[in-house]
């Protein structure tokens, strides 16, 4: 087995991920392995992250809103 890691900041990005997860689990009855890498705003979807059964990886110790995209971290 091997897990589809991606690297992610913005909650609206993962919360796509997460219906594509869900919709590849339907159409192919199989489980997709997922883990966020980066995940900055991982703490705004936790609950459907971990419903999802998808891991995260946070990268950074301090983190520091520099780009647009994690501005919500």
Known sequence: EISLVVHVESA????SL???KKTVEQESGS????VFSGATEAH???KSIGEA???VILT?????P???ESRRM
Do not use: I, Q
């Not at 489980?31 to 997922?34: A, K, Q, R, V």
């Not at 950074?60 to 520091?64: C, E, K, L, N, T």
């Open 66 to 68: 520099h780009t647009w």
């Open 44 to 46: 705004l979807l936790a």
């Open 18 to 20: 997460l219906r594509l």
């Open 31 to 34: 489980f997709l392995e997922m």
């Open 12 to 15: 609206d990005a993962m919360m």
């Open 53 to 55: 059964k998808v891991g």
């Open 60 to 64: 950074s110790v301090r983190p520091f």
